[in-house]
């Protein structure tokens, strides 16, 4: 019997797929079309790394328990697809691990030292919030053990600790209003410009318009924790029954889409599934990560 844990989790990596797999189709230029007019881009929908890297910490949680950073990094080596859209600094950390690399020296040695302040540990993690629906300083914890292994960077580290605790704060909470979704989160995100960022998108819950909002918060363009993740937050908070709706707004306002819509769908895809043509258009997830299907 699956535990509630596993349950919330997997809800939240079948949002994220999915939210990743139709976001990457509208770098498509013959589906731009498709997503001015809000209608369906041809399947197969293909996912990429966002999928890809959130199966290794929803097999490492499901295996373990939390997050070993050990087993983490070994599976993001050895489950790494080039073709799948990696950054050229994770391709190359990824390949010296698989090489006997060591982990933690070269994700602190990443951009001279400073490590990365990229997104891809927040396009992750939301099922890793949801394992930790119960318990947000958990999961808050939890999230910083997984950024770790590829991200260092402070920035880095505080974007997935927003969206974990963003996940588990959905999966564990009904009727909830935008304004206490986002202080929730602000409450456990470490203090630095992500966190700056969410405060702005708190402010400007008010506004319908995702492009006005991307333009004030950010969109990914700029593939930063702190350029992603507020505008996700705001995203999810202004549709949190609503997924749908939120994976529109969230990929018209353009940019890093496929990590937007990611990080969207898996913190909605807590309590709220994605159509279900939707997933018949997504490629399945992979067969190493022994996914359930959904209910």
Known sequence: MPTI?????????????????LGSQFFV??????????????????WTDDTEMACSVHRVLAAHGQIDQD???ES???????????????????????????????ASELFDGRGS??????????PLGAWFADDLPMAAAQARLSAEVTHTHPE??????????AAAVRAAQDRLTPGRFVDQILEHTPPGMVRDGIAQARRLLTIGDPVLAAHALGNGRAVSAQDTVPFTVWAAARHLDDYAAALWST????????????????ILGT???PPAQWLRLCEPPPGWAEVQPPA
């Open 5 to 21: 844990s596993l349950i919330r989790s997997t809800a939240s990596l079948h949002g994220l797929l999915v939210g990743d797999a």
């Open 29 to 46: 230029p013959g589906n731009r079309q498709a997503l001015t007019g809000r209608t369906l881009p041809p399947g197969p929908w293909q």
């Open 71 to 73: 087993r983490l990094a």
């Open 76 to 106: 993001f080596a050895v489950h790494h697809d080039f073709d799948r859209g990696y950054g050229p600094a994770t391709n190359r950390m990824l390949r010296l691990v698989r090489e006997g690399g060591d982990w933690r020296a070269l």
């Open 117 to 126: 302040w990229g997104n891809g540990a927040a396009m992750r993690v939301a």
């Open 156 to 165: 880095a580290v505080a974007g997935a600790v927003a969206v974990a605790v």
């Open 251 to 266: 990929a018209t306002a353009g940019g890093d889409i496929d990590t937007t819509c990611a990080i969207v769908g898996g």
């Open 271 to 273: 309590r709220t599934a």
